[in-house]
């Protein structure tokens, strides 16, 4: 947790603005964490624990703006408060610092490789992610991990979490109807998690194959009955009894 002279009243979430009012630049500071975000609705269904929030302010001070990343996770928090879910992140609140802070990066640079890195870092964010798919000559994702107060680049891709128990990297694929580069979760091996649509239409081929295997094993069996019927057939016009037979 930061550590900061805080006054003595505390507003609540309800009481402070929701966000920024920052309108994005491009859909893909949407798309791209609400893709991660929808995996781990399916990898962590069972789990109340973990926050991943979209375009959600980060309150570290009352009489300061919040901090608006594109996205953030946080584990060891309420799945849900209520019904009317969190309108924003206030860590005098929450009491965790999120462990995990994206920003994608547009064509209107945001100083997400300087002043926010510097600002995540002093938060006290462990993973600081920035995605920016227009580099040509640098990759297009970077992930910094807070080390002894500073943050150090990370190499590879994708590039294991052990502290989430997941790894971030990115490929290309299929999204919303869009083939392009997108940001994924991924396994301990380097496997990449499935998206939602990735996960219906698997199921749906399990079905059709077990559809499909129980139709075969229906049609042996009846093959083997009517073989059955042939050779009982066989045996009676033999003069032999099949129902006798020793």
């Known amino acids: 947790m930061l550590e900061y002279n805080l006054p003595r009243y505390l507003p609540s979430a309800e009481e402070l603005p929701d966000s ?10 949407e798309l791209i ?7 781990l609705l399916i990898l962590w269904s069972e789990r109340m624990d973990w926050l991943f929030a979209i375009d959600m302010g980060i309150y570290y001070h009352p009489d300061k703006p919040p901090i608006v990343p594109d996205g953030f996770l946080s584990l060891g928090v309420e799945r849900f408060y209520d019904e009317e879910l969190r309108p924003s992140y206030v860590l005098w609140d929450e009491n965790v610092v999120p462990i995990f802070v994206l920003e994608v990066v547009s064509q209107n640079y945001r100083k997400e490789y300087t002043t926010k890195l510097d600002e995540y870092e002093a938060l006290g964010v462990l ?18 991990k807070l080390v002894n107060g500073k943050y150090e680049l990370q190499e590879g891709n994708p590039i294991w979490l052990p502290e989430i128990g997941l790894g971030i990297g990115c490929e ?6 869009v083939t392009r ?3 994924y979760w991924y396994d301990e091996q380097g496997q990449r998690y499935l998206t939602p649509a990735e996960q219906v239409k698997q199921e749906t081929q399990r079905a059709q ?10 049609q042996r069996a009846e093959v083997a009955e009517q073989r ?3 050779l009982t057939e066989q045996l009676r016009a033999l003069g032999i009894d099949p129902d006798n037979l020793d």
């Open 228 to 230: 059955v019927q042939q």
């Open 127 to 144: 993973y600081y992610v920035i995605y920016f798919s227009r580099r040509r000559r640098k990759p297009h994702l970077e992930v910094h």
């Open 209 to 218: 194959q077990e559809a499909q295997r129980a139709q075969q094993e229906a």
């Open 172 to 177: 290309r694929g299929n999204y919303c109807g």
């Open 181 to 183: 580069e997108w940001m």
């Open 33 to 39: 964490p609400g893709l991660l975000k929808a995996i």
């Open 20 to 29: 920024d009012e920052t309108p994005v630049d491009n859909e893909l500071q």
